[in-house]
């Protein structure tokens, strides 16, 4: 059993909502807090969660603190809580934070005796429902973890260091996010065709019965031939775009990746190899077959 009894969460907008709810079962103590504690305690008064009167009150009352702030606010929440911080306090961020921040923030709670642990959200934790995960790391994370499960989260441990769950939110949202760049520069460039609802129908297609790991095996295809057919269809994209006065970076970087797979001399075995051709792309090196 978990020797968690009190929880407390700094932030109540989607997720410390969510996070508070889900502890709260009748058997565990809940405190929230967030910038304006005597307007949350009116909203809240006719419910069992408690307000605080401050980060450090609610640290002191608390056996896991769980940090769902805006990111930018996360060394300050810590900062604010660290006061009521003691050696058994356990200090779980969920912030989307930086591995470098992410280390700020663990000295800051060890200074002030806490433990110390890093929790990255996957998914949306508002939903709940089984497709949301959370990956943990940090020495001494299996209460917190026990609860998070207990209260109904999908956890998985990522091991003692935790700069690894900041990563791993920052590595998925660095290919969620830019997406949002790619989808930007095909759909303007649909709507100036007025072929916008064909082109999310045709894209949608694309998909069906694909794991995104079946399509990214395909797209790092490392073959010379697979490399000289993309360029040629790269360059038509591309003049297709700019017909309609619209400009595509990626497109641009994509041409160049599939250039240095095909002008490589190495025998590929695998997108492992593809990865190792095209990295001075993304380093900034002159890279070497």
């Known amino acids: 059993m978990s020797d968690i009894e009190t929880v407390g ?4 907008g989607e997720a410390g909502r969510a996070v508070a709810e889900a502890f709260d079962d009748g058997e565990t103590s809940v405190s ?12 809240l008064a006719e419910t069992s969660l408690s307000v605080p009167d401050s980060p450090a009150d609610l640290a002191a009352r608390s056996d896991l603190i ?40 663990r000295r800051l709670v060890e200074d002030a005796d806490g433990t110390f ?45 935790v700069t690894r769950p900041a990563a791993l939110k920052m590595l998925r949202s660095l290919m969620t996010k830019n997406l949002r760049t790619l989808a930007a520069e095909t759909l303007l ?26 399509w990214l095996v395909d797209a790092l295809d490392g073959t010379p031939a697979h490399a000289e057919r993309r360029i040629g269809e790269l360059e038509a994209i591309q003049e297709t775009v700019e017909r309609v006065g619209f400009h595509s970076p990626t497109t641009e970087t994509t041409i160049d990746l599939h250039r240095r797979v095909h002008e490589s001399t190495i025998d590929f075995d695998g997108y492992e190899d593809v990865l190792r051709v095209v990295e001075p792309v993304f380093d900034g090196t002159t890279g070497e077959d």
């Open 9 to 12: 969460v700094l932030g109540f």
């Open 32 to 43: 929230v807090i967030n910038r304006s504690p005597a307007d949350l305690r009116e909203m």
């Open 66 to 105: 769980v940090s769902c702030v805006w990111p930018v606010s996360a060394l300050e929440a810590a900062t604010d809580a660290a006061p009521g911080l003691s050696a058994d306090t356990a200090f779980l961020d969920l912030n989307s934070i930086t591995p470098t921040a992410t280390l700020e923030l």
């Open 117 to 161: 642990l890093k929790g990255a959200i996957m998914g949306s934790i508002a939903r709940r429902d089984g497709d949301v995960r959370i990956r943990t790391a940090g020495v001494g994370s299996e209460p917190a973890i026990e609860s998070l499960r207990s209260a109904g989260f999908t956890v998985e441990p990522l091991g003692d260091d």
């Open 189 to 214: 460039a649909a709507r100036a065709y007025d072929l916008e609802a064909e082109a999310l129908a045709s894209i949608g297609s694309k998909f069906d019965g694909t794991t995104f790991d079946e």
